[in-house]
């Protein structure tokens, strides 16, 4: 799961906004990975920019979560659901822009929360 948009509200880069939120012990968003995907790794990506609907430019240092898991599991219906349910959760309470999810290669991005 790739979390990667400055706050719409802000226009600041997100890494201000949000490292304390996805990485630090105890974090819901990685408790709930790591129990849907049996395992969660966060990472702090370099500055980007993403090109929000309105046509803003956005900046920001993007936050990765990695979760790797068989096939069989990540394409079950149910654990599908939570995932998106997660992802419209965490991009509302956090004011994504969007969440971008890409599975075996494919990027799937939630815009609307």
Known sequence: MYDP?????ARVPAAFLRPRLLIRPGSWHLFRL????TGATPFQALEGVFLDEDGTLLRDKPILIESYVERQIVEEPARL?????FARRMGKETRQAAVAIIIA??????RHF
């Open 34 to 37: 790591g129990r849907l995907y």
């Open 105 to 110: 290669g494919i990027l799937h991005l939630i």
């Open 5 to 9: 948009f400055s706050p719409r509200s």
């Open 81 to 85: 659901r939570q995932l998106l349910d």
